[in-house]
Every structure is written in structure tokens, then in C-alpha cells.
């Protein structure tokens, strides 16, 4: 079998371009979520949201003039633009998209045709050249690392020797409006995993990987192991016993032939909702994985839907780099049933195995791990 490594990585999120500056802004916790006056009909949320102003220098910056795209795809091009063109595409390169809504925006002005998310994925794909339809990844809050493991599965089935992964959504009014129905979002900034937490933050981003068979000494990060089991426990509700992200995991440690004591730390979901962290800390204690350190990184971001995924594994990777964890922005004292290792401060720490994990509508789970090299 194959094996797959995550070679290129780039992001774009509500503190800024590009991994280093994202990363370092974590080592400083500082935080792009901010107050938002109005969303809509909604007033006085609280997300992460990108500057247009962001997006139009970053695309001058990169690509130069370039007009008929959608903010989103604006986006989606402006973060991918830099790892493409380090490459040459062929036959056997893949394009995978994650996203969970899109152009959504499209729809408040009447442009059908412009809402199809595969409409976008392809013009981002011919921009690019890419001589393969594009794949669509589109399953709730998992689609970020679900696209990663899509890829990795299609180069170790040789259908291509390279895959790019693009992963992103925006903040709308459409989203803030939906997780307000459901009572859900909270009235500050996150605070996952935390007594006091009142539930999520949103927000939007952009992050993008190119993933190849070729292993660069310091660089190379292999997707070892990864599984996504639906649970099918609810519409919008999580396991109550946790058992989609249990299952997930332990299959996912079981294609890297690792025991749970080998994982070095864990990058969690993490929403800030009581169900959602409740459930995590559930299956973090079955798997025996309450003493390994764990993060979210909600708090910095806000959840960026199908983004978050592919985002916050390009910071864990960026932890694993640096050999420092990351600091779970937002606790202070625990919140869930089980006793959970939630990092609290800077500290260096040998970071070889790290664990990525995403939950989502419909009982969806992912797991993904990777090894650095």
C-alpha cells in the first residue's frame, strides 16, 4: 500500500494569510473572533470574519486581476494559488473540495445557478487547469479532514499519484441564522470545553493541502491512519455515548498499527456546545486518551464549518513542527463529565503522533492521524 504524505500547506482565516502568520498568532492566543453589530436579522453575534479588503490584497498579491468570481471562490483560489503553483498539474493530480454550504450566499440574491457548489469547485479547477473534474466533499462539520482522508484513499488506490485539498466556507447571514435557531451560539467568544461555555462561535476560512507518495525529511507530515463512521444518532445531536467518534478513532489507530498511548496530543473538535464536548470527552475516555493533551482551537478561529477540519490540522501540524502545544483558548475550569487533559499553557513537548478530530451534523465523525517525518 501506498503511503501518504502531506507535503505543502496554506491557510487563510479571520486573524490573517498564510500558516506562519495564523500559527504565530496562536503562540501569542491571540483570537480573530470579534463582535459582529449585524448578521442578517441577527445583531450582537459574536465570529471570525475575513476583511474583503484581506481577500482583495491577497489576490493581488498572488494572482493579480482577476474578476467573475464569487467571494468564496476568491477564497478558495487566493489560499490554494501558492502550493499549485510550486507543481505541475497532470492527469493523475486531483482536486478536492470541502465545503458544507458553498457560494450560500448566492441564494440571497436570486443566483441559483451560482449556489451549486460544483459549479464553483469546477471554475476553481479550470482557473487552476486541472484537467480531472474536481471531487466534492460535502458532509457537515467533518468535511475538512473527511477531503484529506478522500484524497489519501485515491493515491493509494493509484487512481492519482497527487491530490490538492481545498477546504473552505463563509460567514453568513444564512449559517448565523440556522445555529441561532437551534439555540446554540453564544453571546461571547467560545470557550470550549469550559464550565461557563454558552456554546459556539462561527466563522470562515480557507486552508488548502497538497498531499503526494514522496517523503521530505522535516517536512513530510504521513497520513497514517484515518476512518469516518456516521453513527446515525441524530439530525443535529451527537452520541450520547460517543460511539461514531470512539469507532473512528480506534479504527483510525488501527491502520497506523498504534496503541492509544502513542498518540502525542489531540486536536479535538472542540465547539463550545454542551453536547458536542461532552460527547468528545465520552470517547476520549473509552479510548483511554483522558491523559494525552488536547486542544481545540474554536477559540481562536470561531467554527469555520468545512474549513475547520482542513484548518485546524494545518495548525496541528504546525504545533507538531514546532514540537509546542496548543493552548485551548477561552478554558479555565472543566466542563465535561470526564477528567480530559485540556492544554492550558505554552509548553514544549515532543510531538511525533497527533490525533485530528472532527464531528458533525447527522452523527457524522472523522479521524484522522498523522506522523511527522
Not at 500558516?19 to 498568532?25: E, H, I, S
Not at 451560539?185 to 507518495?213: I, W
Amino acid at each position: 500500500m501506498r503511503k501518504v504524505y502531506i507535503n505543502k500547506a496554506e491557510c487563510f482565516s479571520s486573524i490573517g494569510f498564510g500558516q506562519d502568520y495564523n500559527w504565530k498568532a496562536i503562540q501569542a492566543q491571540e483570537s480573530g473572533i470579534k463582535k459582529i453589530d449585524q448578521m442578517g436579522f441577527i445583531s450582537a453575534c459574536y465570529g471570525g470574519q475575513i476583511a474583503d479588503a484581506w481577500i482583495d490584497e491577497q489576490m493581488q498579491l498572488s494572482i493579480g486581476e482577476v474578476s467573475g468570481f464569487t467571494r468564496f471562490e476568491r477564497l478558495l483560489l487566493t489560499t490554494l494559488h501558492p502550493i499549485v503553483t510550486q507543481g505541475t498539474i497532470t492527469a493523475k493530480t486531483a482536486l478536492v473540495v470541502s465545503t458544507t454550504k458553498g457560494n450560500i450566499a448566492a441564494l440571497a440574491g436570486g443566483k441559483l445557478e451560482e449556489a451549486d457548489i460544483n459549479r464553483s469547485a469546477q471554475r476553481v479547477a479550470d482557473f487552476f487547469g486541472f484537467s480531472t473534474p474536481p471531487i466534492v466533499v460535502c458532509n457537515a462539520c467533518v468535511s475538512g479532514i473527511l477531503a484529506v482522508a478522500v484524497a489519501k484513499r485515491l493515491i493509494q488506490m493509484e487512481q492519482f499519484d497527487e491530490a490538492y485539498v481545498v477546504a473552505g466556507d463563509e460567514l453568513t447571514p444564512f449559517v448565523v441564522s440556522g445555529f441561532t435557531s437551534f439555540q446554540a451560539m453564544s453571546k461571547e467568544p467560545c470557550t470550549p470545553f469550559d464550565l461557563n461555555r454558552q456554546g459556539v462561535s462561527l466563522g470562515e476560512a480557507t486552508a488548502a493541502v497538497y498531499l503526494n507518495t514522496i517523503a521530505v525529511e522535516g517536512v513530510s507530515f504521513e497520513v497514517i491512519g484515518e476512518a469516518s463512521i456516521a453513527d446515525a444518532n441524530h439530525i443535529s445531536g451527537p452520541s450520547r455515548t460517543g460511539e461514531g467518534l470512539f469507532l473512528s478513532i480506534q479504527e483510525a489507530l488501527k491502520e497506523a498499527q498504534l496503541t492509544q498511548d502513542q498518540i502525542d496530543c489531540i486536536c479535538a473538535h472542540g465547539t463550545a456546545t454542551a453536547y458536542n464536548d461532552e460527547m468528545e470527552a465520552i470517547a476520549f475516555d473509552r479510548l483511554g486518551l483522558v491523559q494525552t493533551p488536547i486542544h481545540s482551537q474554536k477559540g481562536y478561529f470561531g467554527h469555520t464549518l468545512g474549513a475547520a477540519g482542513l484548518l485546524e490540522l494545518v495548525m496541528l501540524m504546525q504545533s507538531m513542527r514546532n514540537n509546542e502545544l496548543i493552548v485551548s483558548k477561552g478554558f479555565t475550569q472543566l466542563g465535561v463529565s470526564r477528567a480530559v487533559n485540556i492544554t492550558t499553557k505554552k509548553e514544549a513537548k515532543s510531538l511525533q503522533i497527533g490525533l485530528k478530530t472532527a464531528s458533525g451534523f447527522g452523527g457524522s465523525n472523522t479521524a484522522v492521524i498523522l506522523s511527522k517525518k
